[in-house]
């Protein structure tokens, strides 16, 4: 079974920049794929990120790219987001999730493990 608590998110101004952790822990990270899903209020969740812990290639949302990048802390199980320029439609719950698989998804369906969430509001 598979663990996820997200942290870090709160309230920032525009322009501004937030870290997101998502601290994991399960039984192996072995084809594990680790994403960030983002839920605006009355929209339904969406993509915004994932890569393979052990090794693999990185994937962002096109409305993310060059701002938002993702990272891991292999020696506390802990992924990262961090969220620069930050505008006001990124305001949303963001929500950390795992798969185990042998490639990359953006289908939130295909997630099988959910944090609870955290909420990032932008300011204008």
């Known amino acids: 079974q598979v663990h996820l608590v997200e942290s870090g998110g709160g309230l920032v101004q525009a322009w501004g920049s937030l870290r997101l952790s998502c601290a994991a822990s399960?039984?192996?990270?072995?084809?594990?794929?680790m994403g960030w899903f983002l839920q605006a209020p009355g929209m339904e969740r969406e993509f915004v990120a994932t890569?393979?812990?052990?090794?693999?290639?990185?994937y962002y949302a096109d409305s993310v790219k060059g701002r938002f990048t993702i990272s891991r802390d292999n020696a506390k199980n802990t992924m990262y987001l961090q969220m620069n320029s930050l505008k006001p439609e990124d305001t949303a719950v963001y929500y950390c999730?795992?798969?185990?698989?042998?490639?990359?998804?953006?289908?939130?369906?295909?997630?099988?493990?959910w944090g609870q969430g955290t909420q990032v509001t932008v300011s204008s």
């Open positions: 999730a795992a798969r185990y698989s042998d490639y990359a998804s953006i289908r939130t369906n295909d997630y099988d493990y």
């Open positions: 399960a039984p192996t990270f072995s084809r594990c794929y």
């Open positions: 890569f393979r812990w052990i090794g693999g290639s990185t």
